[in-house]
């Protein structure tokens, strides 16, 4: 069995040899410790190979448009956050803080007053052809090569938020809605245009992201969530569909994400990530909606795969693999990325549990 049928297979809800499993980095981009810990046990072999991961990623070409554009909006020290390669393709500024990945979020749309304004912004290109010219033919050599293949087509609030300030836009939510919705249209279409360039090029998931949640629950009332985003990531959903109703949409929100679930079924989601058992009955959840979606993730990342044993972290794939994966549904993997305390022994165990045979 391929990579490829494991993986629609389970996703169908439909007995496997074995569960689908990858390290999420492997879609999203593999931290600085790491690619270092891989790279020193691997060897020349990458770790999707190593480990006979079950999915990998495409992305989009890069930009032609120059950063430069963003300078006056970045204030003045711009032109050294561009030469230092601080700025993305939208013109927010990540400033590493000096501890592991996190970094200061500055946002150019911080002190943009009126809607007008954002007709003005240099916006990204990611609705250009160009940035998509090769990746039906890189889809079509993983799938070749047996691969599952993921596209990652963005977020809608996260992004929002990233441009115009994480209070910022919660104060836009509560007492200025319209420029709200300017903006989260303005990102929502990009991640629009994005997911259906992916399901044309053949992927099998698209992975849409939005952080909407914490530990202990939404970081907005749901009614909120419902108004301002929900018709967003319904309107994505369908546009994959209608491009290509075998692609599977899988949905990324960290936290406790439960008192959206049963609208993100109703709107077509297939998967959910991360699932993070940190703060969510994984168990109940799957028992609850386990015949309507499917889970990505499930393995603790805050406490098993950094400091539990080898043999803790193999109860614990077993566990999920018992009570989650055997009906399928499951695409088992760490709940995010891993951190540098996680040690080699323990990435090891993880893919020698998930050997385990129905």
Same mark, same amino acid.
């Given at each position: ?6 993986? *629609?297979?389970?996703l ?9 499993r990858?390290?999420?980095e ?18 020349s &072999? ?7 991961m079950?999915?990998?990623r ?7 448009l ?26 927010? $500024? ?18 943009l007053e009126?809607?007008? @304004?954002? @007709? *003005?912004?240099?916006?990204p290109?990611?609705? *250009? ?15 070749g090569?047996?691969f ?8 809608? /609030? ?11 836009? /919660? ?7 319209? /420029?709200?919705?300017?903006l ?20 099998d ?31 994505t ?6 491009v290509?109703p ?10 406790n994400? &439960?008192?959206?679930v ?15 058992? @940190?703060?969510?009955?994984? $168990?109940?959840l799957h028992? *609850? ?7 990505w ?7 098993t ?7 803790q972290?193999?109860? @614990?794939?077993?566990?999920?693999i018992?009570t989650?994966g055997a ?10 990325r891993l ?15 998930s050997?385990q045979?129905w």
């Amino acid at each position: 069995m391929t990579s490829v049928d494991r993986v *629609k297979r389970a996703l169908n809800h439909e007995q496997v040899d074995r569960v689908p499993r990858l390290l999420y980095e492997e879609v999203v981009g593999y931290t600085q410790p790491i690619a270092k810990l891989l790279a020193a046990h691997c060897g020349s &072999e990458a770790p999707r190979d190593y480990f006979r991961m079950d999915l990998t990623r495409v992305l989009p070409g890069p930009t032609r448009l120059p950063r430069e554009r963003f300078e006056p909006w970045l204030g003045p020290t711009a032109r050294d956050a561009i030469a230092n390669g601080l700025v993305d393709e939208w013109g927010v $500024v990540r400033k590493p803080e000096g501890v592991h990945e996190l970094v200061r979020i500055e946002s150019p749309l911080r002190y943009l007053e009126g809607i007008a @304004e954002l @007709e *003005k912004y240099p916006w990204p290109d990611l609705d *250009k052809e160009y940035r998509f010219e090769s990746v039906a033919g890189e889809v079509d050599a993983l799938h070749g090569r047996g691969f599952a293949v993921v596209g990652y087509a963005g977020s809608v /609030f996260e992004r929002a938020w990233y441009l115009r300030g994480f209070e910022q836009m /919660f104060v836009d939510l509560a007492a200025n809605a319209l /420029f709200a919705d300017a903006l989260l249209e303005r990102t929502a279409g990009f991640q629009r245009q994005v997911a259906v360039r992916f399901a044309k090029a053949g992927v099998d998931i698209v992975l849409l992201g939005d952080d909407i949640a914490g530990q202990r629950g939404l970081l907005m009332s749901l009614s909120t969530w419902r108004k301002h985003l929900k018709p967003h990531l319904k309107a994505t959903v369908a546009a994959v569909k209608s491009v290509n109703p075998d692609v599977f949409v899988c949905y990324h929100s960290d936290g406790n994400v &439960e008192p959206a679930v049963p609208d993100l079924i109703e709107i077509g989601v297939d998967v959910l990530n991360p699932v993070q058992p @940190e703060c969510l009955d994984v $168990v109940g959840l799957h028992k *609850k909606y386990g015949r309507a979606i499917c889970f990505w993730g499930t393995v603790s990342v805050q406490r098993t795969m950094p400091f539990a044993s080898p043999e803790q972290v193999k109860a @614990e794939v077993a566990h999920r693999i018992r009570t989650i994966g055997a009906s399928g549904g499951l695409i088992l993997s760490p709940a995010h990325r891993l951190g540098p305390e996680v040690p080699w022994a323990n990435i090891v165990a993880f893919f020698e549990a998930s050997e385990q045979q129905w």
